[in-house]
């Protein structure tokens, strides 16, 4: 009896140890082939985990991270990934798109805010935040992380570099000691990075003003009224983002020069204030294409609303029509015909965007129906691009391939944010891409199918640029395009 109770003990001793060693063996489970891991709830931090996984879907985005941190690896007093924002989100996307090995089922993701709080970004984890806004903070604190590197040598030390015998420690300032590494990722944007443009012309003289650019990480699109009987697309939320506006009281030179031109003895005249049709457009499509949809609205008492409508979108997207194009002059007959192929292209006439009328049977108009169209050919997940009912649209330049759909559900007060994302690809075929979806709501992983993910309520869309073998070509000599 006495051996009985030793045994019995030695047995609940090693059980002790296990689970010492190794905690309970219901959060050492591991993860289901195929799915991702999920992430660990800090509060109410489901806005972070949900955007978290987005980012992951993205390939170019963590091949870009990976580039952006190599510069570390050469510096002698490397930082730690608790000081540098890149570094701490490159192992985290790494690990939910499984680049990393790691058979745990939930990962902890409290290391981004601890080294947002470096670059003194204060959020709280007990309290509603919005993905949007940390997207920004994200790509924003990475511009500034950037920019704190070196790109610039002494002045006095440009002649040297031109020496390519002359290695880069041989280099050193001749008033600051040796010179910082060189390296040309540290020029590059992220790819989330584009370029909008902005024209203004003159209703009186059709003067137009010297075209603006302005950057973006987001397309930040408004939904506008819907018709009755008619869906709501994205094609109509991206048209009502560049359709032109008029701007009134506005000082035109070219209206100036011409009423003093017509004045007698060099009189002075008054600036003339016209009305000028302001245009946006696309100056620069990034890799990565971020789409915010703005969900917020007011009423006329001035409290918050949120809009539930369903706006329609595709698993591809063409953005050509929305595309700047650069007018081209008429000098010679080349450059005439030049220009009738570039007016040809559709929504575009003269570098400015038109919107396509009904009897335009054109691209721009068919991809109304494409960018949000709810034909059973589109909810089908074949891998390509269903490009046969569309033959005009055979070639689009700018298409884009949808690979995350974050969703809030609840209201302007509280609420809830989930995934809809792509399962990374094989590790036997890491350049493909998956048409399996998954579901993440925090730590909860699931499979979706690709009807589930278009019938979904979206907040932010993250698509990524589908290239050709000519358009790869072409990338490699102009990366900025």
């Known amino acids: 009896m006495r051996s009985w109770g030793v045994i019995g003990g030695l047995a609940a001793a090693v059980a002790a140890g296990i689970y010492v060693l190794w905690g309970p063996i219901a959060e050492r489970k591991k993860r289901r082939r195929g799915l991702v891991p999920g992430l660990l709830n800090l509060g109410n931090t489901c806005f972070m985990n949900s955007l978290l996984q987005g980012l992951s879907s993205c390939p170019s985005f963590i091949r870009w991270l990976e580039e952006f941190t190599a510069q570390y690896k050469a510096e002698q007093n490397q930082p730690s990934e608790q000081q540098c924002l890149s570094l701490t989100l490159l192992h985290l996307l790494r690990a939910l798109s499984c680049q990393e090995v790691t058979e745990d089922d939930v990962l902890d993701a409290s290391c981004l805010l601890e080294v947002l709080r470096i670059y003194r970004w204060q959020i709280s984890t007990f309290e509603e935040q919005d993905a949007h806004e940390l997207f920004h903070v994200l790509t924003s604190s990475l511009e500034d992380e950037r920019d704190r590197q070196p790109r ?17 420690k041989q280099i050193s300032c001749r008033t600051r000691g040796s010179l910082p ?13 584009g370029r909008l443009t902005s024209n203004m012309v003159c209703k009186h003289c059709e003067h137009q003003s010297p075209v603006r650019y302005d950057t973006f990480d987001s397309l930040s699109l408004s939904i506008p009224a819907a018709m009755w009987g008619h869906p709501m697309t994205l094609d109509h939320c991206l048209h009502h983002f560049i359709s032109s506006e008029s701007v009134k009281d506005v000082v035109c030179d070219n209206c100036t020069k011409i009423q003093a031109e017509g004045t007698l003895n060099g009189q002075s005249v008054e600036n003339q204030k016209t009305t000028f049709v302001k245009q946006l457009k696309l100056g620069k499509l990034p890799q990565c294409l971020c789409i915010h949809l703005q969900r917020l609205s007011w009423s006329n008492q001035g409290t918050p609303l949120k809009r539930h409508e369903h706006v329609q979108f595709n698993e591809f997207l063409i953005m050509d029509i929305y595309k700047y194009h650069i007018p081209v002059h008429k000098s010679t007959q080349s450059d005439l015909n030049q220009k009738s192929s ?6 575009t006439k003269d570098g400015l965007a038109v919107k396509p009328s009904d ?5 721009g108009t068919k991809s109304l129906l ?7 050919s589109f909810l089908m997940s074949s891998g390509t691009f269903p490009l046969t009912a569309f033959p005009e649209c055979s070639s689009p330049v ?3 391939r949808l690979m995350a759909v974050v969703v809030h559900h609840g209201d302007m007060h509280s609420g809830h944010f989930v995934t809809y994302r792509r399962s990374p690809p094989s590790s036997k075929n890491p350049l ?6 998954l579901w993440i709501s925090d730590d909860t992983v699931r499979k979706a199918s690709l009807q589930e993910v278009l019938s979904s309520s979206a907040y932010l869309l993250f698509y990524e640029r589908v290239h050709s073998r000519v358009q790869h070509q072409s990338l490699e000599l ?3 395009e």
Request: proline letters at 8%.
């Open 478 to 480: 102009r990366p900025e």
């Open 181 to 193: 590494p060189m390296s040309n990722h540290w020029k590059s944007q992220h790819p989330f990075h």
């Open 359 to 363: 009897a335009e049977q054109t691209c």
């Open 370 to 376: 494409m960018n949000g169209a709810c034909s059973s």
């Open 432 to 437: 493909s891409v998956s048409n399996q979806w």
């Open 152 to 168: 610039v040598t002494h002045l006095f030390d440009v002649h040297s570099l031109e020496q390519p015998e002359i290695t880069q």
């Open 398 to 400: 700018y298409l884009y």
């Open 342 to 347: 570039e007016e040809t292209k559709p929504g």
